[in-house]
């Protein structure tokens, strides 16, 4: 049996979760030039010799997502679309995302040298190698 108190905490980190993707999502700035899109969650991580960012895209084959560092922010972008199998069948949930997606990801100062992009566990993972 689940402990009341990790099931509490657990449902008000996931509640919390919720809450910030959906200011993100409702309180950008309008632009012209962007789409609408939804944003992935991701994770950013620092060590001595690199930048780690994990970006949940599960389905997303990494060579079908577009990366760019502007202005010390990695942009993210591509679309999820469903299997061409799936498309005809019928749905009775679907919580995954689908369509265009973009984040924008802040990175720690510095500078980068090397980007390496891999798929792993259902994450995009992009290593940002620090320059020397």
């Known amino acids: 049996m689940r402990d009341p108190a990790d099931w509490m905490l657990s449902e008000a980190i996931e509640a919390l979760a919720r809450a910030e993707r959906l200011h993100r999502q409702m309180f950008q700035p309008p632009s012209a030039t962007r789409r609408p899109a939804w944003e992935p969650p991701v ?70 040298d090397a980007v390496r992009r891999a798929a792993g566990d259902g994450c995009l993972v ?7």
């Open 43 to 112: 994770d950013v991580l620092e060590t001595e010799q690199e930048v780690l960012i994990l970006i949940a895209l599960p389905g997303v084959a990494p060579d079908q997502v577009e990366t760019v560092i502007e202005d010390g922010t990695l942009v993210v972008a591509g679309r999820r679309v469903l299997p061409p199998q799936l498309r005809t069948a019928v749905i009775h949930r679907l919580e995954l995302p689908q369509g265009r997606f973009e984040r924008r990801i802040p990175l720690p100062p510095g500078r980068y």
């Open 126 to 132: 992009i290593s940002l190698r620090k320059a020397v």
